[in-house]
């Protein structure tokens, strides 16, 4: 096995499973936690990101597909995704994806699934169509309340704020996320939006202070 990837909660590896290329994401111990309450958590968080991707999958939302995973251990096993991810499709000047975002990521949030880490490079270009990987941090809510709206806004406001720094483009490619983000949310969408401009409008003060 390789490793590929390395972050604050899990370590990604490339390996092999049966002949096909696939990746290892694995929860590692955190020595600071009681070992009961990190067994705990990490168990947890794997069986949500698993459950997450197949709620995705169900939607019509291309995930990867998942060949093994042991709770126990906090391991995952699933595709390795290859293509592009949307930070260097926008980086080419394929700004259309994100209107194909947009209405992935409303199919998802018009079902309660909040994916919890819309970080560009989380969402692949395959010959699929558009992946989205990495449902480690979401979570899955029933029922509309304003609650629901907020956390919806929290989720899409990771994807904007990362827009934010392409300048003069940036209005743009927001735009076209919010287009097809509508097609899916229809008047829900509203709510999410005015939640969104209340998270901004929140943060601009907080950096002016």
């Keep these: ?11 990604i590896y490339l390996m092999e499973w049966f002949g096909l290329k696939a990746v290892l994401k ?11 309450l990190d067994r705990y958590i990490r ?29 126990e251990k906090a391991v995952i096993i699933m595709e390795y995704v290859e293509g592009k991810n949307l930070r260097d499709l926008i980086g080419e000047g394929r700004y259309s994806h994100l209107r194909d975002v947009g209405r992935l990521v409303g199919r998802m949030h018009s079902a309660g699934l909040i994916h919890g880490d819309l970080a560009p490079t989380n ?27 907020v956390l919806l806004a ?12 392409y300048g003069e483009k940036a209005e743009e490619l927001k735009a076209l996320f919010w287009e097809g983000y509508r097609q899916e949310m229809h008047e829900k969408a509203t709510a999410v939006e005015k939640e969104v401009a209340r998270i901004r409008a929140s943060g601009r003060y907080a950096e002016r202070s």
């Excluded at 096995?1 to 370590?11: F, P």
């Excluded at 694995?26 to 009961?36: C, G, L």
């Excluded at 989205?132 to 609650?147: M, V």
Aim: hydrophobic share 40%.
């Design 1 to 11: 096995m390789q490793l590929i990837a390395k972050g604050a909660e899990a370590e």
């Design 26 to 36: 694995w929860r590692k111990p955190k020595a600071y936690r009681d070992p009961e």
């Design 43 to 71: 168990r947890r968080r794997t069986i949500n990101e698993v459950r997450n991707m197949y709620t995705a999958h169900t939607l019509g939302v291309r995930t990867p597909a998942v060949y093994f995973f042991d709770p």
């Design 123 to 149: 969402i692949i270009l395959t010959r699929g169509g558009l992946c989205f990987i990495d449902f480690g941090l979401g979570e899955h809510r029933k029922g509309w309340t304003r609650r629901t709206a």
């Design 154 to 165: 929290r989720d899409v406001n990771v994807l904007l704020r990362t827009l934010d720094l």
